[in-house]
């Protein structure tokens, strides 16, 4: 079974819908992340939490929202999604260790294909 | 403005052959590096890492290198194998909080 899970793995909605996805995880890493992709671009950092009483913005959070439900779920949440934020999202995990400073790599989950029209 | 920068998006390389992929950054806090791999329709995967305080790290056919004064890195796969055909994506990080910024990716084809 896969670590870090995704749902749904497609979705085409229609501008000015609210759409979540949804990320799950088994590996029991306290850091989670949601990143998305285009193509040019590489991957850029939406959200991330630490643990479930931390949310932070990362560099493109505009227009979108998250919810760290548990340890194991981060959900991220298009209020009223517009054709700019078609995109593959990933969602990732971490873990933090003393020993290594914090630098640890990150898990990704297999990633949503997101199609607004 | 990007910061990690990958400027070949591809790389055709024979098999059996070395592939060498290269990536520049800009932020000079940036002490921690990292690639990925990753195949279509799925999650990118954790290759190799280098810490700031090293030159190289070695990883099987995988090997970083790490030139800080040029701030740049570089990978190379020896020998390249046809399932070495992938995106790959360069990484950094400068901080312990573990963000990470990521370059544009450099398609690899591993011809027979």
């Known amino acids: 079974d896969a670590d870090v899970t995704q749902t749904p793995r497609n979705r085409i909605t229609k501008t000015g819908k609210r759409i979540m996805l949804e990320c799950s995880q088994t590996k029991g890493h306290d850091r989670m992340y949601w990143y998305r992709q285009d193509p040019g671009l590489g991957l850029r950092l939406i959200y991330y939490?630490?643990?479930?009483?931390?949310?932070n913005k990362g560099e493109i959070s505009d227009g979108y929202s998250v919810s760290r439900q548990a340890q194991a779920k981060f959900s991220l949440s298009l209020e009223s999604a517009i054709p700019n934020q078609t995109a593959l999202y990933f969602c990732?995990?971490?873990?933090?260790?003393?020993?290594?400073?914090?630098?640890?790599?990150?898990?990704f989950g297999p990633g949503t294909r997101l199609t607004v029209l | 403005d990007q910061q990690v920068k990958q400027n070949s998006p591809s790389l055709s390389v024979q098999e059996g052959r070395i592939s060498i992929l290269n990536c520049d950054y800009t932020?000079?806090?940036?002490?921690?590096f990292l690639w990925y791999k990753k195949y279509p329709a799925e999650g990118p995967t954790f290759l190799i890492s280098i810490s700031s305080i090293k030159d190289k790290n070695e990883d099987g056919r995988f090997t970083v290198f790490l030139n800080k004064s040029a701030k740049h890195l570089s990978l190379h796969i020896v020998p390249s194998q046809p399932g070495d055909s992938a995106v790959y994506f360069c990484a950094a990080s400068g901080d312990s909080w573990g963000k990470l910024q990521f370059g544009a990716g450099t398609q690899v084809v591993v011809t027979p």
């Open positions: 939490s630490f643990d479930v009483k931390d949310i």
């Open positions: 932020n000079s806090m940036f002490d921690y």
């Open positions: 990732a995990t971490s873990d933090f260790t003393r020993t290594s400073g914090g630098y640890n790599e990150q898990f």
